[in-house]
T-cell receptor, first 114, second 116 residues
Framework: DTGVSQNPRHKITKRGQNVTFRCDPI?????LYWYRQTLGQGPEFLTY????????KSRLLSDRFSAERPKGSFSTLEIQRTEQGDSAMYLC????????????FGSGTRLTVV | AQTVTQSQPEMSVQEAETVTLSCTYD???????LFWYKQPPSRQMILVIR??????QNATENRFSVNFQKAAKSFSLKISDSQLGDAAMYFC?????????????FGKGTKLTVNP
């Protein structure tokens, strides 16, 4: 069990640029989640995959956000035309079926939009 | 939609003492799971303890225990014999057990300071 890996750890980008983050879940976990966390707040759900199928997207996930999980392995989260309000910690987590066992979180990618 | 409320933005405790963090939630579901997560500064979130709503018995994990009051929709975390390493943000989270949305819903967190 190597844990959930997220890259990069930190990303500074200029407003208007596109950014992509990667998450490698625990290999046996078929579920993968993306959350966003701003300072002083709890994680907010963005989207969820079961294997390669994206099963739910939050209303927080505007058209500028897209997530993929090809082949049900790693996942990418892309933000197009970044805005200052996108500055946050982006957390990835994975879990195995069934529900109720909690998630294993990665260390997150901290995005700063300047 | 389910909501989770943590009414204590910050708490402090003396080393070796006991502290209780509060959490309430709102749901119309009868079966669900509740969790407490710990997030140390600049480190990843880790699961502290979980509770299955259909179980009456309160969960315990070493120095960590919960007081689960299903009727009151309350789920507090008690940390006994507090240690300096317990200092962190603590998040309460809810997950429905059947149907509906499959995701954890988090509270805003409680920052715990442990004083030597």
């Amino acid at each position: 069990d190597t844990g959930v890996s997220q890259n990069p750890r930190h990303k500074i980008t200029k407003r208007g640029q596109n950014v992509t983050f990667r998450c490698d879940p625990i290999s046996e976990h078929n579920r993968l989640y993306w959350y966003r966390q701003t300072l002083g707040q709890g994680p907010e759900f963005l989207t969820y995959f079961q294997n390669e199928a994206q099963l739910e997207k939050s209303r927080l996930l505007s058209d500028r956000f897209s997530a993929e999980r090809p082949k049900g392995s790693f996942s990418t989260l892309e933000i197009q035309r970044t805005e200052q309000g996108d500055s946050a910690m982006y957390l990835c987590a994975s879990s195995r079926a069934p529900r109720g066992y909690g998630y294993t979180f990665g260390s997150g990618t901290r995005l700063t939009v300047v | 939609a389910q909501t989770v409320t943590q009414s204590q933005p910050e708490m402090s405790v003396q080393e070796a003492e006991t502290v209780t963090l509060s959490c309430t939630y709102d749901t119309s579901e009868s079966d669900y799971y509740l969790f407490w997560y710990k997030q140390p500064p600049s480190r990843q979130m880790i699961l502290v303890i979980r509770q299955e709503a259909y179980k009456q018995q309160n969960a315990t994990e070493n120095r960590f225990s919960v007081n689960f009051q299903k009727a009151a929709k309350s789920f507090s975390l008690k940390i006994s014999d507090s240690q300096l390493g317990d200092a962190a943000m603590y998040f309460c989270a809810y997950e429905g057990a059947q149907g509906g949305s499959e995701k954890l819903v988090f509270g805003k967190g409680t920052k715990l300071t442990v004083n030597p």
